[in-house]
Structures are given as C-alpha cells and as structure tokens.
C-alpha cells in the first residue's frame, strides 16, 4: 500500500512562505515522477510543481519563480518551497505520485490559507 503524507499546511499572511512536504516510500520517491497539485474551492485541480525520476523540473505559471520543487531521496521525501504567497494561492495542496504503466497515488492533502 503507497502512502503520501503531507505536512507543512497552515494560515499565513500575504508575502509570506510555507515549506510543504511529502513522505513516502523509496521506491516511489526514486522511480515516479513526484508532483504538487492543488484545489481551491469551486475550482479545478491543478498541477502546480513537479519532478521526474531524473531530477527534471516543471512548474505552473502561477508557480514560476516563487514555488520550488525538491526531493530528498534519502529521507523519502519532497518538498515545495512556496514565497511570496498571494491570497489566490490558498487552496488544498495534495502530493501526487505518476508513473506511465502504474496507478496514480494521491496524499490525503493539506490546507493552506493566504489571508491577512
């Protein structure tokens, strides 16, 4: 059974940072191409950050140049490095495990809120 866990949701106020992780198996972290999505309410889920096997990197516009994308492989783990965080950046952040011939694995998610 593939867990992802996430941490590091909260309430912060505009322009601030949050570090979000994401735990889960060596296997997974090594071999699936890792990623960040989220959801605001009444909107669609959307990729935000992701990171493939080899270390490549992909982000949203929304993300391009205050979100970062990374993984410690030896403790299992990614990460999303979020700055200057706006009000519309609130949203369920979920962590997402893809691999082409594999199920696709979801973390249960965490909440995190941009507002004064």
């Known amino acids: 059974q593939v867990q992802l866990m996430e941490a590091g949701g909260g309430l912060v106020q505009p322009g601030g940072s949050l570090r979000l992780s994401c735990s889960t198996s060596?296997?997974?972290?090594?071999?699936?191409?890792m990623g960040w999505y989220r959801q605001a309410p009444g909107e669609r889920n959307e990729m935000v950050a992701s990171?493939?096997?080899?270390?490549?990197?992909n982000y949203a516009d929304a993300a391009k140049g205050r979100f970062t994308i990374s993984r410690d492989i030896a403790r299992k783990m990614v990460f999303l490095d979020m700055n200057s965080l706006r009000p519309d950046d609130t949203a369920v952040y979920y962590c997402?495990?893809?691999?082409?011939?594999?199920?696709?694995?979801w973390g249960q998610g965490t909440q995190v809120i941009v507002s004064s």
């Open positions: 060596t296997t997974i972290i090594s071999d699936y191409t």
């Open positions: 997402n495990a893809k691999r082409i011939g594999r199920p696709t694995y």
């Open positions: 990171i493939t096997s080899s270390g490549n990197t």
